[in-house]
């Protein structure tokens, strides 16, 4: 019976982490589309260069697969050494999950400050040579958002000069409508209008959260099971 449960275990996680490893290549062949298609597009931290949604995805597929492949060669090997590296892993990422999200509450005024200011030394940057990622960017979420600037329109002043803003930042787009005319541009900045997005998105936010955490903590408990069980009987366990 219990051989029989475990066989169960052992096939049940096999095909857990066969999926989680097809999802990680998804994410990975998304992430190279995405840096291949949209390359001209970044992220609108200066100090934070890397943090693209094409380098973020690459990085997810590529975790993702090594811990998904992990799972699955430990499982049908029953290797020990496999599962216990699956479980590690699995646990690494737990609890660095865990501390960024205590750091964040813990830290949360510090951390919008420092986003805020970080975003309005990005605007610098906006049409200078080599960084027509950022300015896409900000031409982007500036559209779609319907919003002007980090704060407001006038922080733009300092780097296109008084009363001169992006054309994206226009309610109605035309050449040169950023020119002198703020009655035509939108009044809220980017920061507080994502921010109020991300705020109403809280639900779905929360549900995938709880979701990866459930799926961490079953990885980690199958792991575990079927690494006592396969030490403590010391053979494999027949399908």
């Known amino acids: 019976m219990a051989a029989g449960c475990l066989c169960c275990l052992k096939y049940l996680m096999f095909v857990f982490n066969l999926v ?5 290549c998804g ?6 589309w995405l840096s ?18 094409a ?40 609890l660095m999950e865990l501390i960024l999200v205590i750091l964040f509450f813990v830290y949360k005024t510090e951390v919008a400050d420092y986003a805020r200011e970080d975003l309005k030394a990005g605007l610098e ?4 040579a080599g960084n027509i990622g950022l300015t896409n960017a900000w031409n982007i979420i500036q559209t779609e958002y319907t919003c002007c600037g980090v704060d407001n329109s006038t922080d733009w002043n300092r780097v296109m000069g008084d009363n001169v803003v992006p054309d994206s930042c226009c309610q ?19 920061y507080d209008k994502i921010k109020a997005f991300i705020e109403q998105q809280t639900v779905v936010l929360g549900s995938v959260a709880m ?11 199958f792991s575990m099971t079927l690494f006592h069980q396969i030490s403590k009987g010391g053979k494999k366990y027949k399908a």
């Open 27 to 32: 994410l990975l062949g998304v992430g190279i």
């Open 36 to 53: 291949a298609t949209q390359g001209n597009f970044a992220t609108l931290a200066p100090s934070l260069p890397s943090l693209s949604a």
């Open 125 to 128: 940057l906006y049409g200078a």
């Open 172 to 190: 109605e787009y035309s050449q040169k409508c950023g020119q002198h005319d703020p009655s035509k541009w939108f009044s809220k900045g980017c």
């Open 55 to 94: 380098n973020l995805v690459i990085a997810t597929g590529t975790i993702v697969m090594v811990v998904g492949f992990l799972g699955c060669l430990g499982a049908i090997k029953e290797n020990k050494c496999l599962l216990l590296s699956f479980f590690i892993i699995l646990l690494t990422i737990f």
């Open 211 to 221: 979701t990866v955490v459930v799926i961490q903590i079953l990885g980690m408990a």
């Open 20 to 24: 989680f490893w097809l999802c990680g």
